[in-house]
């Protein structure tokens, strides 16, 4: 709940009814000031404050000025004892609510794997959809701790049946490849062994998750071959299709940053289903790499004509540096002296005895 609460926002939210007032225990002060407090928090929130941090200063100060109770009086209030259980029951009775049971924990549950899950499995907007299903239903929703359990239950069962779905749909065949992808790459049995640290990049699937490098043939053949092994693998095209690319993503992500080693032991469903999801995108990933890289190569090669072309054309102009002029010189005898031209032999002779151009 925000800490933060404008005049206009305490009497919209926190100003209690004739209704309310009745509600409230006639004895000591605190009781009456803590039921208060706890009633108007539930009526916002649709849950009770786990602890009297939760209510905010402004809030308190306003509902105490309304009941002409000092606030000073609300840590006196018996957080763990008997009067606050039955005020939170007869809270309950009257905004309409009951306890949340096993028989909710199994519906909800359900629907978080059905309805929820398949698009959104961030654990935080999971709580926020928990408690938002419990007070659309009248539920007073179970404690933190409870609800976490829950959701963990919930996307455990729903990601155990998404592997299997998942497996079913790749082909024996293409099982065997993902699996060649984390056999470690050794010249003959009779190598030494391996460091954890080499072997991670010693695997076929810890090359395809290296970047492009740097612009070039080399870097062009690299990935063709990553291309190449990703197009043996023979996923099926509709593997993924109908999964959200937010929660593909995420698998996608948790398949990378798992080295070689803890990817083998993963049972073959939830291995199947990391590999598959990293490979599916790793191949657009790839395409697209590709075409930048020969998007890059095209604009080196065309700056690299544009230089030579410059280059070429500067020669030109220094080789021919001084030929304008004489030319110039030439027109302007000719056209001074017309019968004079064989007279003036030198300045033909200067521009044909110099340096050949």
Request: charged residues 25%; aromatic residues 8%.
């Amino acid at each position: 709940m925000k800490r933060n609460w404008t005049d206009e926002e305490l009497s919209e939210h926190w100003l209690l009814t004739a209704n309310e007032l009745a509600l409230l225990p006639n004895r000591l002060d605190y009781n009456r000031l803590g039921c208060a407090v706890q009633l108007k928090f539930f009526d916002i929130e649709g849950r009770f404050p786990r602890s009297p941090r939760e209510i905010p200063p402004a809030a308190l100060c306003f509902v105490a000025d309304q009941l002409r109770i000092s606030p000073s009086v609300f840590p006196q209030y018996n957080w763990q004892g008997r009067a606050r259980k039955n005020h939170r029951a007869d809270i309950r009775a009257f905004q309409g609510f009951r306890s949340f049971t096993a028989d909710d924990t199994s519906t909800l549950e359900l629907w978080l794997r059905q309805a929820i899950m398949p698009s959104d499995q961030n654990l935080q907007h999971l709580y926020e959809v928990v408690l938002d299903w419990c007070r659309d239903h009248r539920i007073e929703p179970p404690t933190h701790h409870r609800i976490e359990r829950l959701i963990r239950s919930a996307l455990h069962r729903y990601e155990t049946e998404f592997f299997d779905t998942i497996v079913q749909r790749i082909p024996p065949t293409t099982q065997a490849r993902l699996d060649d992808l984390l056999e470690l790459e050794q010249n003959d049995a009779t190598s030494a062994p391996m460091s954890d640290e080499a072997s991670i990049i010693a695997t076929p699937f810890s090359q395809l998750k290296t970047d492009p490098g740097p612009v070039g043939l080399a870097s062009v053949l690299k990935e063709l071959s990553k291309l190449e092994e990703l197009n043996a693998l023979e996923l099926p095209d509709d593997l993924f299709v109908d999964i959200p690319p937010k929660i593909l993503q995420g698998y996608r992500l948790r398949a990378a940053t798992e080295p070689p080693r803890e990817m083998r032991m993963h049972p073959a469903p939830i291995r199947y289903t990391l590999m598959a999801a990293f490979c599916w995108q790793r191949h657009q990933e790839v395409i697209d790499d590709l075409v930048e890289l020969l998007i890059r190569i095209v604009h080196r090669i065309s700056v690299r004509a544009e230089k030579k072309v410059v280059t070429e054309l500067l020669s030109d102009l220094q080789r021919v540096h001084g030929k304008t002029t004489l030319l110039f010189r030439l027109a302007e005898a000719a056209l001074d002296n017309p019968t004079g031209i064989r007279r003036r032999q030198p300045i033909m002779r200067n521009w044909a005895t110099s340096p050949a151009q």
